[in-house]
T-cell receptor, first 113, second 115 residues
Framework: GAGVSQSPSNKVTEKGKDVELRCDPISGHTALYWYRQSLGQGLEFLIY????????KSGLPSDRFSAERTGGSVSTLTIQRTQQEDSAVYLC???????????FGPGTRLLVL | AQTVTQSQPEMSVQEAETVTLSCTYD???????LFWYKQPPSRQMILVIRQEAYKQQNATENRFSVNFQKAAKSFSLKISDSQLGDAAMYFC????????????FGQGTRLTINP
């Protein structure tokens, strides 16, 4: 595939459960971003990976959120002990190093009941 | 920290007409990038147009063009010959050249195209 892919497309979970969201960036893109889109907060940056450098986690809202990127490609965003306020669309984007534009995936809509 | 403001929560336009979406931003940096993204109901964020701050010439992409006023920190999007497929949320975004180079988004403008 040519674009960024994300899975699952939708996820419904119960409060307190852990969830994993997956992002597959465009082949060859070294930079990978996670953003969250919610009604109250708009679009907000969560975390950034660039090559083998340490990730920039400055946007993660709490220590319940973590992310990893294996082999410089696929990334997983994990939310532990989910809360209702975690309900949002989680968007992943990738770009070439030092490129100008980020290209987004279709997002994962998370609903915490 | 940089901020981006879109003061028009909703806009509407007649098909084939021209519409302009407003965006202002605040930064102390001299070099950066600006973008307009489109998000249709499918929720896929689609890049519409980009502008490098060091370029004085306004970017154009087919029916889409921008009016970049660096001193005024303004970056408006003009859509000419509006089509039904242009209906979407439009987000203005700022990207620093420092640090994580994350995108800072405005609140978005919902554009409706009336047939």
């Amino acid at each position: 595939g040519a674009g960024v892919s994300q899975s699952p497309s939708n996820k419904v979970t119960e409060k307190g459960k852990d969830v994993e969201l997956r992002c597959d960036p465009i082949s060859g893109h070294t930079a990978l971003y996670w953003y969250r889109q919610s009604l109250g907060q708009g679009l907000e940056f969560l975390i950034y990976f660039q090559g083998n450098s340490a990730p920039d986690k400055s946007g993660l809202p709490s220590d319940r959120f973590s992310a990893e990127r294996t082999g410089g490609s696929v990334s997983t965003l994990t939310i532990q002990r989910t809360q209702q306020e975690d309900s949002a669309v989680y968007l992943c984007a990738s770009s070439l190093e030092w490129a100008r534009a980020q290209y987004f995936g279709p997002g994962t809509r998370l609903l915490v009941l | 920290a940089q901020t981006v403001t879109q003061s028009q929560p909703e806009m509407s336009v007649q098909e084939a007409e021209t519409v302009t979406l407003s965006c202002t931003y605040d930064t102390s940096e001299s070099d950066y990038y600006l973008f307009w993204y489109k998000q249709p109901p499918s929720r896929q964020m689609i890049l519409v147009i980009r502008q490098e701050a060091y370029k004085q010439q306004n970017a154009t992409e087919n029916r889409f063009s921008v009016n970049f006023q660096k001193a005024a920190k303004s970056f408006s999007l003009k859509i000419s010959d509006s089509q039904l497929g242009d209906a979407a949320m439009y987000f203005c975004a700022y990207r620093s050249l420092q640090g994580a180079q994350k995108l800072v988004f405005g609140q978005g403008t919902r554009l409706t195209i009336n047939p």
